[in-house]
């Protein structure tokens, strides 16, 4: 029938054509003539466009695509190593907020990409936030994310930082933390990168005879993990005051860090396997969740008010704060330190009451010998940052500061979600 399905075909068949009568040949040739150069055309045409899809540059793991490619006029594009831990993921939720473009390198070896997710969540659009896999101590790929991406700042986060675990595993420590520096130095200076925010530590004044700790204090660690923060430290100091270096550093030495965001739209999750070396917070939540039995307090014989040992709290959200001051006033040619702390001096066990109360959990303490590597008290003067930065810690009620972590923790059993795929 003509028009069918099965006509077409017949019609359309060489083999149909070929025992046709002279008058279908002689319509029949020329047909399957130009049929032949429509097939060649469209064979020529397609092999033209797959050549041209495979020589255009595929997205590379390294980023550099669309608008982190390029410097944009009032944009400032921030590299944020360690954006999938704790204090880095909230730095770059901050950042964010406030416009900038950020791109968060982690190798997930302790982080979260549960929290990369949530921060992609929260800020989709393109050319915001873009998310690269890669290990800091790979020089061939740091070099390649500078030379793919157009950044203007460097916030260097990214570190191993157990005091216990630096103890144990010195070389890890000097590797991950000096050596990983000296590689952001090397890759900053040779893409011209000058803006530097590095993460130091109250841990490099070891165990000074005086407090309150003020930036003059004399940085004598007595951990590797305090060492190797200052000389990462003398490092970035040594090379800004090269002439001609133009560089603009600011290092911030934090004292220990608590909280979550207030809004509940990131948290603080170590990951199971890193609860051995565990900070206080995290531990006090696993203890009232019944994830570990009880809270481990290591040292009561320390000459401090009530035996065991005295730190400064600071809550992520303030010191993000002093980093995002610290970025509109790193100057060039010069390196700032400032202490970030509250200025004032919690006890382990003031710390635990405080947690008991948050959480309305009755926790179990054990009360355990000293830890090798840690101090008796620290806690900050800060004066310094809140004259020169106009910063000032404002969250400072340790029992809300841990009520509203806890909050986001039993929101969160499990932590964050790190099964999703960014790649
Ligand atoms: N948490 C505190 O109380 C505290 C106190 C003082 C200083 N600091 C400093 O703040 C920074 C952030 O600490 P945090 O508490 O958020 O730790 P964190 O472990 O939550 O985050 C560190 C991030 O760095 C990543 N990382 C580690 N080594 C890497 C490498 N070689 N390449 C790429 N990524 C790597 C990890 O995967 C992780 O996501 C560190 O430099 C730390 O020394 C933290």
């Known amino acids: 029938m003509p028009g069918s399905p099965h006509h077409r075909r017949r019609i359309s068949s060489p083999r149909q054509g070929g025992a046709n009568n002279i008058s279908g040949m002689d319509y029949g040739v020329p047909r399957q003539r130009s049929q032949l150069v429509l097939k060649v055309f469209v064979a020529a045409s397609l092999t033209a466009v797959c050549m041209f899809i495979l020589r255009q540059p595929s997205p590379s793991p390294l980023g550099g695509s669309g608008a982190f490619a390029k410097h944009e006029t009032g944009v400032t594009h921030v590299l944020v190593t360690g954006g999938a831990g704790y204090i880095g993921s909230h730095a770059a939720m901050r950042l964010l907020e406030e416009g900038y473009r950020v791109t968060i390198v982690d190798n997930l070896s302790r982080g979260n990409l549960g929290a990369v997710q949530a921060l992609k969540t929260l800020f989709p659009r393109p050319g915001r936030l873009q998310f690269i896999y890669a290990d800091l101590g790979d020089s061939k790929a740091v070099d390649e994310i500078f030379q793919n991406n157009a950044i203007d700042a460097v916030m260097h986060f990214a570190a191993v930082a157990y005091v ?46 005086k407090m309150p700790i003020t930036e003059e204090t004399p940085q004598v660690p007595i951990n590797p993990y305090g060492k190797a923060k200052k000389m990462a430290e003398e490092i970035i100091k040594d090379y800004v005051h090269v002439k001609n270096a133009d560089m603009a550093v600011v290092i911030l030495r934090y004292f220990n860090v608590i909280g979550s965001d207030p809004k509940g739209r990131l948290g603080e999750a170590p990951r199971p396997e890193l609860r051995a070396h565990g900070r206080i917070s995290g531990a006090c939540f696993d203890a009232a969740m019944g994830i570990i039995p009880r809270l481990e307090v290591k040292g009561t014989d320390y000459q401090t008010k009530d035996g065991t040992c005295v730190r400064d709290y600071i809550h992520v959200t303030d010191l ?48 355990l010998d000293r830890r ?22 404002t969250h400072v009620n340790l029992t809300e500061n841990l009520a509203i972590a806890w909050k986001w923790r039993k929101s969160h059993p499990d932590g964050y979600d790190n099964s999703v795929s960014l790649f």
């Open 164 to 209: 216990g675990e630096s103890m144990a595993e010195p070389l890890r420590y000097y590797h991950n933390i000096t050596s990983n520096t000296l590689g952001i130095m090397e890759a900053m200076k040779k893409h011209k990168v000058q803006t530097l925010i590095y993460s130091s530590t109250c841990a490099t004044y070891g165990e000074p005879e």
């Open 320 to 367: 993000v704060d002093a980093h995002v001051k610290a970025l509109g006033h790193a100057k060039l040619n010069s390196v700032a330190v400032y202490n970030v702390g509250t200025g004032q001096g919690i006890s382990v066990q003031e710390f635990v009451d405080a947690c008991k109360k948050a959480t309305g959990v009755k926790i179990e303490v054990k009360y």
């Open 372 to 393: 090798p590597g840690d101090y008796a008290e620290v806690w900050s003067d800060p004066a310094k940052i809140k004259a020169q930065l106009n910063w000032t810690a």
